[in-house]
């Protein structure tokens, strides 16, 4: 935790970096003549001066949002990655620059909060503008708890400056975190309106129902089972989004993930990136890292070699070894999570009649270039999440031309299915099984969108909500924290899960694929196409769940390697 880093820079910034936002989403205030003394003198301005913890603060934890929720968890195949056979240290970059924007949104959101107390605006504006950043700030705590375990508290910035304790924080127990978690977001809905301010703000049911994620989490915390009253408490939070807070499930599957979808009712919070090109870190990323070459047309995308698992195809019953015209696809997850053989996507390259992803490999003429004639990922399938496709997809989603690296795609961190899974998963609680009708209707609601054939389930299991949650949410960086809150109740099953997965790739896929394209015809030889059994896999131990710091903050702070002391949080903070 470099404290250090984050408590000067942030000084620094205090006259600028509020007046950033996301073009469409978010009005942006003017830049010049304006300092932190001067501004936040009506509502508008307070609204704006949250603005940018919508995406800035955010941006250096996206590459590690992906390898942590994803490959770490066995969604996605990543080569030779650390994050793949669980050896990442210290000193990964990734890991690295995940750790600072996380407390780089936490030191943002204490200033912001703390600059909005002397306010000139309506009480209306202020509170809801304080109960964003608190919900921000929740929400980085929450992802450092899952990813670190025991953390310091960071209360105050301008109170850890002023005493010099800003390198000197201890751990503090992780029961002690979730609980200055739950306080913080207690009061964010405390202070949030019912309806959002404007779309695609955090409203209180936003925050509720990030409050019943927290605490099915936190249920997880005690040894062999789950904890009855945090269960209970999941529970009433996620039935008060799902029966009032006026939202529905979107229809259709796919639509969540697109531009013109940016913001609704299906999202509750999102990075809400900006491609204006007009200031680094307010744009969405992703596209270069998980998209292949020549998925657009600035050469910024060189994520051919990765893809979903093959373990992730075991889920969702399919596998690349099958016959395209064949495939068991019944889920309709599975494409607009993953690019196969045969597939065809209407919503990219719409101006060129869509994206045929075999033709865009292996017919140099299409598009701007491919992978050159070769099928690049050794798992046979592609990234489709977090791409928006090509300029003229982008302009047709949000009316905004893209730029090299510069994507207004928002990235969705909780949705409302969430939710639904969330309520699901506390009703069954330690039971073996449920037929709760209302815990039912939540998870048939989910499963149903996906596979509009099944039959409604009439009893769920913690196995059936278990297999959900990594079909509805793969490749949205959450799978791992799953792992995490398994591991601490059942450590042995999450060792279990991850070390008989198939992690690896095909041997031979690009022969197989090629020939398919030029004849017609799929023929597997199970000599020369086959699954690798020779990489071994991953060495898995209950201290796997839990990543190492930064080398660099336990230089700057040895306290981060002795035991978490425990903290009365309602005695010693307040808001």
């Known amino acids: 935790m470099k404290i250090r880093k984050i408590t000067y820079t942030f000084v620094t910034l205090l006259g600028a970096s509020a007046f950033v936002s996301c073009n469409d989403f978010l009005d942006r205030a003017a830049e010049d003549n304006y300092n932190v003394n001067n501004f936040y003198q009506n509502d508008e301005q307070c609204y704006q001066g ?7 603060p955010w941006y250096d934890f996206q590459r590690g949002f992906i ?21 990442v240290n210290g000193t990964d970059v990734d890991l690295v620059n995940m750790s600072y924007s996380l407390w780089a949104v936490i030191g943002h959101s204490n200033t912001v909060y703390n600059n909005l107390k002397n306010a000139k605006a309506s009480q209306e504006a202020i509170n809801a503008a304080m109960g964003e950043c608190l919900t921000w700030k929740a929400m980085a705590y929450f992802y450092l708890v899952r990813t670190f375990g025991e953390v310091p508290i960071i209360h105050d910035n301008a109170e850890e400056i002023a005493n010099g304790t800003y390198n000197q924080k201890y751990k503090v127990e992780k029961a002690d975190v979730f609980e200055y978690i739950v306080m913080t977001l207690e009061k964010a809905i405390e202070l949030l309106p019912e309806k959002p301010v404007s779309p695609g703000r955090i409203d209180r049911f936003c925050a509720k129902g990030l409050l019943a994620k927290v ?21 009433s939070y996620a039935k008060d989004v799902i029966d009032n807070s006026g939202r529905t499930l979107m229809p259709v599957y796919s639509d969540i ?19 204006d090109g007009e200031m680094w870190t307010m744009q969405n990323t992703l596209q270069s890292d998980l998209a292949m070459v020549g998925f657009d047309e600035f050469g910024d995308c060189w994520g051919g070699w990765n893809g979903p698992s093959v373990d992730l195809q075991d889920a969702f019953g399919v596998s690349a070894l099958d016959d395209p015209s064949r495939r068991n696809d019944i889920d309709t997850r599975r494409k607009a999570t993953m690019m196969m053989a045969g597939d065809v996507y209407d ?17 140099d003429t299409y598009g701007v270039g491919g992978p050159g004639g070769e099928w690049q990922c050794g798992t046979g399938a592609y990234n489709v999440k977090h791409l928006y496709g090509d300029t003229y997809d982008h302009v047709e989603g949000c009316g905004v031309t893209p ?16 939710v639904y899974l969330i309520y699901a998963e506390a009703v069954l609680g330690n039971n073996a099984s449920t037929s709760e009708s209302s815990a039912l209707a939540a998870f048939n609601a989910v499963r149903n969108r996906a596979i509009p054939s099944a039959s409604p389930k009439a009893s769920i299991t913690f196995d059936d909500i278990w297999k959900e949650r990594r079909l509805e949410f793969a490749g949205e960086g959450d799978r791992w924290y799953d792992f995490v ?6 450590p042995q099953a999450a060792i279990n899960e991850i070390v008989n997965q198939r992690r690896n790739s095909y041997n031979g896929y690009n022969d197989l694929a090629k020939n398919y394209y030029e004849s017609g015809t799929w023929a597997v030889d199970p000599e020369t196409t086959k699954y690798d059994t020779d990489t071994q896999a991953p060495n ?3 201290e796997s769940f839990q990543l190492p710091f930064p080398t660099e903050d336990v230089v700057f702070n040895p306290h981060l390697l002795e035991d978490p002391i425990h903290i009365d949080i309602r005695a010693e903070y307040s808001y």
């Open 403 to 418: 730029k090299n690296m510069y994507s207004q795609l928002a990235t969705h961190i909780l949705r409302l299915a969430d």
């Open 50 to 56: 949250v603005n940018y913890l919508y995406n800035s």
């Open 540 to 542: 898995v131990t209950v």
């Open 215 to 235: 605490y099915l989490t936190k249920a997880c915390l005690g040894q062999g089972s789950k904890n009855s009253e945090d269960l209970a408490k999941a529970a």
């Open 485 to 490: 809150r398994l591991s601490w109740y059942d």
């Open 257 to 275: 993930f697109r531009l013109k979808n940016n913001i609704s009712d299906e999202s509750l919070i999102a990075w809400r990136w900006s491609a």
């Open 347 to 363: 919503y990219f390259w719409q101006d060129k009649g869509g994206f045929d992803v075999l033709r865009f490999i292996y017919d």
């Open 67 to 87: 390898k942590v929720g994803e490959v770490l968890s066995g969604n996605l195949f990543w080569g030779s990655s650390p994050y793949l056979n669980l050896t």
